[in-house]
T-cell receptor, first 112, second 116 residues
Framework: SQTIHQWPATLVQPVGSPLSLECTVEGTSNPNLYWYRQAAGRGLQLLFYSVGIGQISSEVPQNLSASRPQDRQFILSSKKLLLSDSGFYLC???????????FGSGTRLTVV | AQKITQTQPGMFVQEKEAVTLDCTYDTSDQSYGLFWYKQPSSGEMIFLIYQGSYDEQNATEGRYSLNFQKARKSANLVISASQLGDSAMYFCAMREANQAGTALIFGKGTTLSVSS
């Protein structure tokens, strides 16, 4: 069966520090991968998606970047965090078909 | 323009009552999919129900049904016989067939509170 792992669950980082959030998928190959951000009490904003290794598309200009070094690994990074980067970050994958959108358990990032 | 609009920031309902959560969408595609997700306070995203644009019948999954009105571009979620455990945030989302990466686009959500 397919599973998605996302860590850490919570993170408190000072302004100006770097960030690396990792997401891995098991039990499938060549998934479409997504990073979403959710501000407190708000909807999910698509940040990045990837349809293959090394292929990253950005939806919103921002302080963040994403990479896909392996087929089932998706990394969200920042060189210098801003207060506005605080939020709940969700990784998701899909097979590209109608169903199959599965979300990770999320990372609550607080930038202080 | 927003692709998914959820106009109800919060809804309040008593146990065993039915509740309708509104969702309207905007697309020029003929082929698309509409989804509803539930997000409890833990943050996990729980898939509830799916409706394809070519599906002639409204989708149903247990106590959840989707009132799909294609001409009006609306896809309202109906929860019958509400339970305390239904208290959560609910998101409507859309996937367009021609959208690269087939990412889901979400509305801003509706917070549902069920009281006893």
């Amino acid at each position: 069966s397919q599973t998605i792992h996302q860590w850490p669950a919570t993170l408190v980082q000072p302004v100006g520090s770097p960030l690396s959030l990792e997401c891995t998928v098991e039990g499938t190959s060549n998934p479409n991968l997504y990073w979403y951000r959710q501000a407190a009490g708000r909807g999910l904003q698509l940040l990045f998606y990837s349809v293959g290794i090394g292929q990253i598309s950005s939806e919103v200009p921002q302080n963040l970047s994403a990479s896909r070094p392996q087929d089932r690994q998706f990394i969200l990074s920042s060189k210098k965090l801003l207060l506005s980067d605080s939020g709940f970050y969700l990784c998701a994958w899909s097979s590209g078909g109608i169903y199959g959108y599965t979300f990770g358990s999320g990372t609550r990032l607080t930038v202080v | 323009a927003q692709k998914i609009t959820q106009t109800q920031p919060g809804m309040f309902v008593q146990e065993k009552e039915a509740v309708t959560l509104d969702c309207t969408y905007d697309t020029s595609d003929q082929s698309y999919g509409l989804f509803w997700y539930k997000q409890p306070s833990s943050g996990e995203m729980i898939f509830l129900i799916y409706q394809g644009s070519y599906d002639e019948q409204n989708a149903t999954e247990g106590r959840y049904s989707l009132n799909f009105q294609k001409a009006r571009k609306s896809a309202n979620l109906v929860i019958s016989a509400s339970q305390l455990g239904d208290s959560a945030m609910y998101f409507c989302a859309m996937r367009e067939a021609n959208q690269a990466g087939t990412a889901l686009i979400f509305g801003k959500g509706t917070t549902l509170s069920v009281s006893s």
